[in-house]
C-alpha cells in the first residue's frame, strides 16, 4: 500500500487546522455590525494560503502572506476600535497562517500546534476564571519560580559529575529541587480540589511513586507552616512508603522473579504496615473535624527544596567516600551506601548480580535490607529537617517500625538465618 503523498498530507493538515481554529472563531464572530471580521471560511482560507505559498516559492513567499494577513488583521482591529473586541481573533490569524506554511515542511506538529491553539481560543472563559478568580497572586508567584527553575536554570546546568570523588552532578540535584516543589505543589493541589484531610493522603500516596524522601520533605513542610495539617500530612507522608514499596517489588520482578520470591515477606510486611499506619492517620485526620478554614498558603516552599538537594548533596558525597575509604568490601557495603540515596537504585544492582548469577537468591535479602535501612535514615533526616520535631515524633517511629517488620520478615523467610 502506498503511503499518502506528502504534499497532500500538508495540505489536509493545513485545512484541518483552519478548520479547527476557524469553528471556534465563527461561534463566536457576533451578528450584525459588531461582528469580527474573520470566521470559518477566513482562518481556513488563510491556512491554505499558508500552505500554498510554503509549496510554490517557499519562505519568501509566507513572509509575504503573513505580511498581507498582519495588514488585514491590523485594519480590522482599527475598524473594532472602539467596541474594545482585543487582539485574540487577529493574532489568531496570523498565526494560522504560519502554521499552514508549517504544515506543508512539518505536518504532525504543525497538526499539534492547531490543537493546542484550538484549546487555547475555546478554553477563555476558564482560563479567565482561573487565573482571575481562582490563583492567588502567592500561587502565580509559585508558578513563576517553578517555571524559572524547570525552564531557565535546569537547562544551563552541567550533566557531569564534579567535586569531591566525582559524586555530584549538578543538573540532577537541581531536578531534586524541581521534584521537590512539584511534589509540594501536587500536595497542594489536592488540597484544593479535596481538602486537606483527603487530600493529602493521597498527594502522599502519588508522589511516593517519584520519590518517597521528597514527598515527606513536603509533607513535613506543609505541617510545619499549617500545624493544623499535621495528621493528613502525616497520612501522606507514610502513605508514601507504600508506593516505595509496590515500585521495589515491581522493579525486582521485571528483574529477578527468583530474587522477588526470597524478598516477598519483608516487602509485605513492610508495605502492610507502611497502609494501617498512614491508614491510621488517615481515619483520624476524617475524624478531626475542627477545620473549617481554607489557608491558601504556598504551594511549595523554596527553601525546603534548596534544604533537601543540600541533603542530598551530602548523603553522596558520604557515599562517596565511604565507597573510596573501604574499596570493593563487598555488595553489602556497596548497597547500603546507595541506599542513603536511593532503595530502588541499590535493589536493581543486586537483582541484576541474581540473575547474572553471581548471586543466590537468599543473599540478595541482606543487601537490599540494608540499602531499605539506609534510605529510611535518609527519610528520617528529611522528616527531622522539614516537618520539626512533632511531624517526626509521628513519621520516624512509623518508618522505624517498617524496617524491623521487614528484618523480622527475612528472619522468618530464612534467608538471614542460612
Known amino acids: 500500500m502506498n503511503s499518502i503523498h506528502p504534499l497532500l498530507l500538508g495540505f489536509l493538515v493545513a485545512l484541518g487546522v483552519g478548520l479547527l481554529i476557524g469553528i471556534d472563531r465563527e461561534r463566536k464572530k457576533g451578528e450584525g455590525s459588531s461582528r469580527e471580521a474573520a470566521g470559518l471560511r ?24 503573513v505580511l498581507g494577513m498582519v495588514v488585514f488583521a491590523g485594519l480590522s482591529y482599527w475598524r473594532a476600535r472602539d ?40 478554553t477563555k472563559s476558564a482560563l479567565h476564571r482561573i487565573v482571575l478568580s481562582v ?36 543538573r540532577t540535584i ?21 481538602g ?53 517489588a515491581i522493579l525486582i520482578a521485571a528483574i529477578s522473579l527468583d530474587t522477588l520470591q526470597a524478598f516477598w515477606l519483608p516487602l509485605a510486611l513492610a508495605g502492610g504496615t507502611a497502609i494501617l499506619y498512614g491508614g491510621g492517620f488517615t481515619v483520624w485526620a476524617l475524624r478531626h473535624t475542627a477545620e473549617t478554614h481554607e489557608t491558601p498558603g504556598s504551594a511549595f516552599s523554596l527553601r525546603t527544596a534548596l534544604i ?14 565511604a565507597q573510596d575509604w573501604f574499596g570493593e568490601a563487598g555488595v553489602i557495603i556497596a548497597a ?3 541506599g542513603f540515596a536511593d532503595t530502588h537504585s541499590a535493589a536493581i544492582s543486586v537483582a541484576s548480580l541474581v540473575a547474572d548469577k553471581r548471586l543466590t537468591p537468599s543473599f540478595a535479602v541482606l543487601p537490599i535490607l540494608a540499602a531499605f535501612t539506609a534510605n529510611t535514615v535518609t527519610k528520617t533526616v528529611f ?36
Open 42 to 65: 477566513t482562518f481556513t482560507l488563510a491556512s491554505l494560503s499558508g500552505a500554498v505559498s510554503v509549496a510554490v516559492a517557499g519562505e519568501l513567499l509566507l513572509g509575504a502572506a
Open 83 to 122: 467596541e474594545d473586541p482585543g487582539l485574540t481573533t487577529e493574532t489568531a490569524l496570523i498565526l494560522t497562517t504560519l502554521l499552514g506554511g508549517l504544515a506543508i515542511r512539518e505536518p504532525a506538529f504543525a497538526a499539534g500546534l492547531g490543537v493546542i491553539v484550538a484549546a487555547l481560543l475555546v
Open 135 to 170: 490563583l492567588s497572586d502567592e500561587e502565580v508567584r509559585s508558578l513563576l519560580i517553578f517555571a524559572g527553575a524547570t525552564l531557565v536554570v535546569l537547562p544551563v546546568l552541567p550533566d557531569h559529575a564534579i567535586g569531591p570523588y566525582g559524586a555530584l552532578n549538578l
Open 174 to 194: 537541581w531536578m531534586v529541587v524541581i521534584l521537590v516543589m512539584a511534589v509540594s505543589a501536587l500536595g497542594y493541589i489536592a488540597v484544593r480540589l479535596v
Open 196 to 248: 486537606a484531610r483527603f487530600g493529602l493522603p493521597l498527594a502522599g500516596l502519588a508522589s511516593g511513586f517519584i520519590s518517597s524522601s521528597a514527598t515527606i520533605g513536603a509533607m513535613g513542610t506543609r505541617a510545619e507552616t499549617e500545624p493544623e495539617l499535621l495528621k493528613p500530612a502525616v497520612a501522606g507522608a507514610m502513605l508514601s512508603s507504600v508506593a516505595t514499596v509496590i515500585q521495589l
Open 308 to 321: 533537601f538537594a543540600a541533603v542530598l548533596a551530602v548523603v553522596l558525597l558520604a557515599a562517596a567516600a
Open 336 to 338: 547500603t551506601v546507595a
Open 383 to 418: 522528616a527531622l529537617a522539614s516537618g520539626g520535631r512533632a511531624f517526626a515524633l509521628y513519621v520516624v517511629p512509623g518508618l522505624i517500625l517498617m524496617v524491623v517488620v521487614a528484618w523480622i520478615g527475612a528472619f522468618i523467610a530464612g534467608p538471614l538465618r542460612s
